[in-house]
């Protein structure tokens, strides 16, 4: 099947499960310039991208685009300067020395940039997240911060084969996400789901699906869980 036709076909079932509020978010990673602007010609605006120094060159590449970039991959302070001067949104950020990094870089002349806080909903260890017990502080920290505009949470839990565990994953985060929300009401994304296990996380309340796999093929990888954090 060809990219158009996995595209549309994934817009589709979405628009069937009744989820035309539901953003798809595009994961570019790995994934060419003339691939992504394959997408954005069919309508597709948001796309997610793991790895800095790639990015940024798509990113650069396709300014004239005006396209809306998200960055999944794991956070540390060295890249935050260069995250918050090229992308949109920031789906990984899970500690308050990065809100404070990302709040410094960037700039007066750019709208804020629009964060997510990665949350550990399943305790899995070696995992990025804020536990959902550290989270009201670092929503705080984020709320306070120039440049910076509080969104929501995103997840990646663990790729379970087991569909009613991660059915309980994504409640579970539904249920963190719900309560956050009586401290800053403004918030309105929830990302989690990916090509496994969309519907299912849609079910569960998800606002943001972020789907690699089901639209653009296989990524060449030898390791699996490298791949999915990001480095
Ligand atoms: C790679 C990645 C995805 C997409 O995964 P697929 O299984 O290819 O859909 C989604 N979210 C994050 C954080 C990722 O790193």
Redesign the pocket.
Known sequence: MSLAQRYTELTDQLAELGSGDVRL?A?S?KKSGAEIGELADLGQRAF?E?YLQEAVSKIQALADRHLEWHF??RLQSNKCADVARYFDWC??VDRERLVNALSRGRSEQQSPLQILLQTNIDGEVGKGGATPEQLPELADAVARAPGLELRGL?A?PEPSPDLDQRAAAFRALADVYKQLRKQHAQIDTLSMG???DYASAIAQGSTMI???????GA?DTLNNSR????V
């Open positions: 978010l994961v990673k997610g793991n999944i991959g789906q990984s995103m990646i990916m090509s496994a972020r789907v690699g796999t089901a639209l653009f990524r791949d999915r954090d990001g």
